[in-house]
């Protein structure tokens, strides 16, 4: 590309300096030709009626009368005074080119006359016809220059000092250029050398590959976005790594728990009764919850995920929810705070709206100590509605705050243990209030809890409905 680069500015500035040299060559050519011809042209306007006083002064064509015309002829002009009977009067020609020609003999329709100072490529001729107040006294073969080369020693110099000075100035456009070509194709090219390394490292795993962005142009911003994409898959790489152990560690308490009971049962340490059975029953749960977590988030964030709108009573699935946890809440001694508005309906997945509510509200559930609250409200507006979930738990740091949306993300990761939990649940929350057209909110304050807010339409465009 460097050469190419080169190579076609190199002819860039080749091609302008041939046409350039060729233009000038046509503009004074065409330029000299025409004014010959029309200072040719404008003397012979006046002819007829010079040439009839001569013969109206005279009585007859005076030679001399004659001679003094023919003085006045631009170079190059030849004239064939004939009688209307046809018989020749005189040639006319200017004494001063006669006197130039080496060869007095005029040779009429030939191309270059030496006695020039230019050779004539084409010739003009007309006739014109000479009135007295008697009626017609003779007729005038005219013959002069249409097209000519300067021969003139004097304007041939001209035009070569103008090809010297235009080779020299090419000679030096072409230097700057050449130049100038290397450094900006070098400039172009070495960037992206240096982009096109880099990306090969990123494709051979070195995520920690980063450029440098020295200009603002479309090359520094290819830079920047280079950088940008190697800095997200890092913190993919990281959240990868982070979360395949987190998921091991997951998969791995419940079922070293439900293996030891199972090695009591048959080692007769523990008796296989209700009781036991049920601790097996919700380790096996968790392991359920988990998956159907991960496959849920999965398909959302393919865009996979095909929510199944209906008319849902929002209020009626948030109460439900609110039952399904409040046996627990009650059981850690936290207050809970809901009153059942009246029936509303809205369109939505009945199925994703109660994760999103469930996950919400287990959340608050989990990160608050007893004695605590939690408490869910439900705000109908025009068009939307509006459901805020507050704990008084342990809250969220300032700088978790932009990250726990992230899938697997867990503020500080030992906390989180304990409570269980693979970061998957906010993220969950968020597809699901995207695919509803809502939009979700989170304020908090450690050590004094936190509050999450869901705005949802009532009513889904029916166009994204079959999305
Ligand atoms: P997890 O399965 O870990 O709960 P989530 O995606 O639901 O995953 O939450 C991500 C992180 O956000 C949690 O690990 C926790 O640190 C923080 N978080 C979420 N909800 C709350 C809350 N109500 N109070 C305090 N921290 C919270």
Same mark, same amino acid.
């Given at each position: 590309?460097?050469?190419?680069?080169?190579? %076609?500015?190199?002819?860039? =500035?080749?091609? &302008?300096?041939?046409?350039?040299?060729?233009?000038?060559?046509?503009?004074?050519?065409?330029?000299?030709?025409?004014?010959?011809?029309?200072?040719?042209?404008?003397?012979?306007?006046?002819?007829?009626?010079?040439?009839?006083? $001569? *013969? /109206? %002064?005279?009585?007859?064509?005076?030679?001399?009368?004659?001679?003094?015309?023919?003085? $006045?002829?631009?170079?190059?002009?030849?004239?064939?005074?004939?009688?209307?009977?046809?018989?020749?009067?005189?040639?006319? =020609?200017?004494?001063?080119?006669?006197?130039?020609?080496?060869?007095?003999?005029?040779?009429?329709?030939?191309?270059?006359?030496?006695?020039?100072?230019?050779?004539?490529?084409?010739?003009?001729?007309?006739?014109?016809?000479?009135?007295?107040?008697?009626?017609?006294?003779?007729?005038?073969?005219?013959?002069?220059?249409?097209?000519?080369?300067?021969?003139?020693?004097?304007?041939?110099?001209?035009?070569?000092?103008?090809?010297?000075?235009?080779?020299?100035?090419?000679?030096?456009?072409?230097?700057?250029?050449?130049?100038? %070509?290397?450094?900006?194709?070098?400039?172009?090219?070495?960037?992206?050398?240096?982009?096109?390394?880099?990306?090969?490292? +990123?494709?051979?795993?070195?995520?920690?590959?980063?450029?440098? +962005?020295?200009?603002?142009?479309?090359?520094?911003?290819?830079?920047?976005?280079?950088?940008?994409?190697?800095?997200?898959?890092?913190?993919?790489?990281?959240?990868?790594?982070?979360?395949?152990?987190?998921?091991?560690?997951?998969? !791995?308490?419940?079922?070293?728990? =439900?293996?030891?009971?199972?090695?009591?049962?048959?080692? @007769?340490?523990?008796?296989?009764?209700?009781?036991?059975? &049920?601790?097996?029953?919700?380790?096996?749960?968790?392991?359920?919850?988990?998956?159907?977590?991960?496959?849920?988030?999965?398909?959302?964030?393919?865009?996979?995920?095909?929510?199944?709108?209906?008319?849902?009573?929002?209020?009626?699935?948030?109460?439900?929810?609110?039952?399904?946890?409040?046996?627990?809440?009650?059981?850690? @001694?936290?207050?809970?705070?809901?009153?059942?508005?009246? $029936?509303?309906?809205?369109?939505?997945?009945?199925?994703? #709206?109660?994760?999103?509510?469930?996950?919400?509200?287990?959340?608050? *559930?989990?990160?608050?100590?007893?004695?605590?609250?939690?408490? =869910?409200?439900?705000?109908?507006?025009?068009?939307?509605?509006?459901?805020? +979930?507050?704990? $008084? @738990?342990?809250?969220?740091?300032?700088?978790?705050?932009?990250?726990? *949306?992230?899938?697997?993300?867990?503020?500080?990761?030992? !906390? %989180?243990?304990?409570?269980?939990?693979?970061?998957?649940?906010?993220?969950?929350?968020?597809?699901?209030? #995207?695919?509803?057209?809502?939009?979700?909110?989170?304020?908090?304050?450690?050590?004094? @809890?936190?509050? *999450?807010?869901?705005?949802?339409? /009532?009513?889904?465009?029916?166009?994204?409905?079959?999305?």
């Amino acid at each position: 590309m460097h050469k190419r680069l080169f190579f %076609s500015s190199l002819a860039i =500035i080749l091609i &302008t300096l041939l046409l350039s040299i060729l233009s000038v060559n046509l503009v004074f050519q065409k330029q000299f030709s025409d004014y010959l011809a029309r200072s040719t042209e404008e003397t012979l306007e006046q002819l007829p009626e010079r040439l009839s006083s $001569s *013969f /109206l %002064s005279h009585g007859c064509w005076d030679k001399d009368s004659l001679y003094d015309i023919a003085h $006045s002829l631009p170079l190059g002009t030849h004239i064939l005074l004939k009688k209307p009977t046809g018989e020749t009067i005189m040639t006319l =020609i200017n004494p001063m080119e006669t006197m130039m020609k080496s060869d007095s003999e005029i040779n009429m329709g030939m191309g270059i006359d030496m006695g020039l100072n230019y050779a004539v490529e084409e010739w003009k001729s007309r006739t014109l016809a000479i009135y007295g107040p008697q009626g017609l006294l003779a007729f005038a073969d005219v013959r002069y220059p249409a097209r000519a080369k300067v021969l003139n020693p004097a304007d041939q110099s001209f035009v070569s000092a103008i090809y010297q000075s235009l080779l020299l100035a090419g000679l030096l456009a072409l230097l700057i250029g050449s130049l100038l %070509s290397y450094w900006t194709s070098r400039r172009l090219t070495t960037p992206l050398q240096t982009l096109t390394h880099a990306v090969q490292r +990123v494709g051979e795993g070195h995520l920690d590959e980063q450029v440098s +962005v020295t200009t603002r142009d479309e090359v520094g911003q290819l830079a920047t976005a280079f950088n940008r994409m190697a800095d997200n898959l890092k913190k993919q790489e990281h959240l990868r790594k982070q979360f395949t152990a987190d998921i091991a560690h997951e998969l !791995r308490t419940p079922l070293t728990s =439900i293996r030891s009971y199972i090695e009591a049962f048959q080692d @007769g340490v523990l008796p296989a009764d209700n009781e036991n059975l &049920t601790i097996i029953n919700e380790e096996i749960e968790r392991l359920v919850e988990l998956s159907s977590d991960l496959k849920d988030l999965n398909v959302a964030e393919m865009g996979a995920l095909q929510p199944n709108f209906t008319h849902v009573d929002i209020s009626e699935l948030i109460d439900k929810t609110v039952n399904k946890l409040s046996p627990l809440i009650q059981e850690k @001694g936290l207050a809970l705070q809901w009153h059942k508005p009246d $029936s509303l309906l809205i369109d939505g997945d009945e199925y994703l #709206l109660t994760r999103l509510f469930y996950n919400l509200l287990h959340n608050a *559930f989990k990160f608050t100590e007893s004695p605590g609250t939690i408490s =869910i409200q439900m705000e109908t507006q025009p068009t939307d509605i509006l459901v805020s +979930v507050r704990d $008084s @738990g342990v809250g969220i740091p300032e700088k978790d705050l932009p990250l726990i *949306f992230e899938r697997f993300y867990r503020a500080e990761k030992s !906390r %989180s243990r304990e409570t269980g939990g693979t970061g998957i649940g906010l993220a969950l929350v968020k597809q699901i209030t #995207l695919l509803h057209q809502g939009t979700l909110e989170v304020k908090s304050a450690q050590g004094e @809890g936190s509050q *999450f807010t869901v705005l949802l339409p /009532l009513s889904i465009k029916e166009q994204f409905k079959n999305q």
